[in-house]
């Protein structure tokens, strides 16, 4: 356990000395609100049929929420593993009973830390600037931003245990992240897209962190069939990153 | 696999290690055993199989075939207790760029249960000044002091040193050299990977020599030399024309004339009876030096050919 500690602690640091991932974390959902917010804000209803017939806001909060989530585990995380290996990180660590377990362990904290800070960033500017209502059911929506959580951060360590190198991890997360952002439900509201753009948003897994999300919020209730795809994600993910990892090691 | 016979005065067994990848035999019918306290080396060139040797010692890779026992532990079954025994460096492996030199110490050290010795070692290897710089700051020498200092960081029982003053500058390469044979004084059993002659005569109490994944012989570095490469080789200038026949003297064996240069090669005591012959005949070079033969000549002897660096 103190071991898991420290390395968590270090973890956390050389997170924070990385100003891109801050900023992909922290600071663009958050202007990515604001802008949205300046754009939405004034809709108090879907008059025109838009956002599910939800205030823009109500509707967009827990999608930044989702946001900050996906860049979590998409945008830092797998160059910085897929750096681990390239380096010999992680053979050095493994020598010194720093497994494969301990290090996606200490990832997983980070994660939780630091989604819960940029999320608490996102809820505090949707309430507060925007009089966006707070969750209907606060502990589903934790449970929603928990589960979410630790699938995007899985899927970032399984990008990262097979992406070639460090520069092919951060091209190919980068990509994802921008997909997701405009088709996986913080871009456009759905009834804006086309039907094309409609189906690409189904298959990312933001778009189903994003209804999970909604739903608990907005009480709607708890969506089952996103929880077991997020669930779904974050057990194949995790399995496979783990097989890879000690396959090649 | 049978199981490997213990003797509990080894802290390592290896009985015909292989290894063997699709198209190549890194390491072929490989065998030696070390004892408690000693420096034990592993020398050869690049690509010979050492570092591949040591990895399966380490449990870092599985082997073909063969038995290992290090601690008594079988490092392909156990590895998780043997980790916390042993001390690693490893080629090739590098840290996080941004960690700090001190939180990479606090970090390892964490391991080892009540374990805050690493301020010592950071002051040991010459790292207190560097305690706040990253890694990816740090030059080569630091970095491998960096990388011995977390060897030590969990005080293995034994601890494997593949390499360790490859970038060390040569005051930092004997500060290194000190610094081992205290560690071995305290009781920590050294293995020792290098492809540097002076540094396996330096510290080495036994040495393997490999070669192309065969082990080629195993001695002390005075035993190797004495068994593999027993001819000294002595020099001197010499104006005159004519010189006495030294090839006479029967510990003689080459005799080589190089403009003013005059080589010998012979065993034994010919060094002292060609200079009491030189000298009957009014020859007294004031240049004559020897040179005993050295790790270099076994090598050459044993393989064909010089060490590559």
């Known amino acids: ?39 939405f804000g004034k809709m108090t209803n879907g008059g025109a049929g838009d956002f599910h017939g939800l205030s823009a806001m109500a509707f967009y909060t827990p999608a930044y929420i989702a946001l900050v989530l996906t860049s979590v585990g998409i945008v830092g995380l797998p160059g910085h593993l897929t750096g681990y290996r390239e380096r010999g990180v992680l053979r050095r660590f493994r020598a010194s009973s720093l497994s494969i377990w301990r290090i ?3 990832q997983g904290l980070v994660s939780l830390v630091t989604a819960a800070i940029g999320g608490i960033l996102i809820l505090v500017a949707g309430v507060f600037v925007f009089h966006v209502s707070l969750p209907q059911n ?6 929603a931003f928990l589960v979410s959580a630790l699938s995007f951060t899985s899927l970032g360590l399984l990008l990262g245990a097979v992406l070639p190198t460090s520069r092919a991890a951060q091209g190919v997360g980068l990509v994802l992240f921008f997909v997701m952002l405009i088709l996986g439900g913080a871009g456009p509201p759905p009834e804006a897209m086309t039907h094309l753009m409609r189906v690409v948003g189904d298959f990312t897994p933001m778009q189903h962190a994003v209804t999970l999300l909604q739903n608990a919020w907005l ?20 399995t496979t990153a783990t097989l890879v990892l000690r396959r090649n090691s | 696999m049978n199981k490997i016979v213990q003797d509990p005065t080894k802290v390592i067994q290896v009985e015909n290690l292989r290894k063997s990848y699709k198209d190549l035999i890194a390491v072929d019918d490989i065998s030696f055993e070390v004892s408690r306290g000693e420096i034990f080396g592993l020398l050869g060139p690049n690509g010979a199989g050492k570092t591949t040797t040591v990895e399966c010692l380490q449990g870092l890779r599985r082997y073909t075939s063969g038995k290992i026992s290090v601690l008594g532990l079988d490092p392909a079954k156990n590895i998780g207790a043997l980790r916390r025994r042993i001390g690693s460096q490893l080629q090739d492996s590098e840290l996080p760029q941004r960690i700090k030199v ?18 010592k070692l950071m002051k040991d290897w010459d ?11 740090l030059s080569g020498g630091q970095k491998q002091r960096l990388f011995i200092a977390l060897a030590l960081v969990n005080h293995p029982e034994v601890v494997f040193l593949d390499e360790m003053t490859t970038g060390l500058d040569p005051v930092a390469r004997h500060i290194a050299w000190d610094l081992i044979k205290e560690i071995r004084a305290n009781g920590t059993t050294v293995i020792l990977v290098t492809h540097f002659m002076d540094e396996a005569e330096e510290l080495c109490d036994r040495l393997a020599i490999v070669n192309k994944g065969k082990l080629l012989a195993l001695d002390s570095p005075l035993g190797l030399t004495s068994k593999y490469a027993t001819n000294v080789k002595a020099a001197f200038s010499y104006d005159g024309n004519e010189l006495p026949s030294l090839e006479d003297i029967p510990q003689v064996k080459k005799v080589t004339r190089n403009g003013r240069t005059v080589e010998v090669e012979g065993i034994g005591s010919f060094v002292s ?18 040179r005993q033969p050295s790790l270099e000549d076994v090598f050459l002897k044993l393989t064909g050919h010089r060490i590559e660096v």
């Open chain 1, 1 to 39: 356990m103190r071991t898991l500690g420290r390395l968590t602690l270090v973890e956390m640091k050389l997170f924070i000395r990385e100003p891109i991932t801050m900023f992909f974390t922290f600071a663009l959902p958050l202007l990515f609100l604001f802008v949205m917010g300046g754009v």
């Open chain 1, 219 to 238: 009480g709607l209730g708890w969506n089952w069939m996103e929880f077991g795809i997020m669930a779904g994600i974050l057990i194949v993910s995790l």
């Open chain 2, 273 to 290: 009876l060609m200079a009491a012959k030189l000298v009957s005949h009014g020859i007294v070079p004031n240049d004559l030096r020897t």
């Open chain 2, 102 to 119: 001190w939180e990479a110490l606090d970090l390892f050290a964490s391991i080892t249960p009540g374990e805050n010795g690493w301020r």
């Open chain 2, 127 to 137: 790292l207190e000044s560097k305690a706040n710089a990253s890694f990816s700051s």
């Open chain 1, 104 to 106: 996606f362990g200490a």
């Open chain 1, 138 to 143: 606060p502990l589903l929506v934790i449970l």
